[in-house]
């Protein structure tokens, strides 16, 4: 079976900082372009981060290039994000994906063919 699973998440105060991990199993990120989408509560879901796995070429939004982290451990089939400076309006479900091309992993991800179920944080004092 395909599996994605994140962990990582949680309650946070804000300027602190959270590293997710995303372990694959079914498959190869390796052979993917694998990314990082959130969901913000009444918000469409949208990309934070995308990696080329175990060829390094990575991809982010403006909105995220700074706080932001994306690494991939091919050997561990694991996909990683890093977030630096958390504040309030970070608060969503954060979810991997594995897709095709770095085309495929933009905007909302509809191109992405491998979805987790997400992990939620929450940025709250």
């Known amino acids: 079976d395909v599996q994605f699973v994140e962990s990582g998440g949680g309650l946070v105060q804000p300027g602190g900082s959270l590293t997710l991990s995303c372990a694959a199993s079914?498959?190869?990120?390796?052979?993917?372009?694998v990314g990082w989408f959130r969901q913000a509560p009444g918000k469409e879901r949208e990309k934070i981060a995308c990696?080329?796995?175990?060829?390094?070429?990575?991809t982010y939004e403006e909105s995220t290039l700074i706080r932001f982290t994306i690494w991939d451990d091919t050997p561990k089939n694991t996909l990683w994000l890093e977030i630096r400076g958390l504040r309030p309006d970070d608060t969503a479900v954060y979810s991997c994906?594995?897709?095709?091309?770095?085309?495929?992993?933009?905007?909302?991800?509809?191109?992405?063919?491998?979805w987790g179920r997400g992990t939620l944080i929450t940025v709250s004092s």
């Open positions: 994906a594995a897709g095709t091309t770095h085309d495929d992993c933009a905007g909302s991800g509809d191109g992405m063919r491998y």
């Open positions: 079914g498959f190869r990120i390796g052979d993917y372009v």
């Open positions: 990696i080329s796995a175990g060829k390094g070429r990575t």
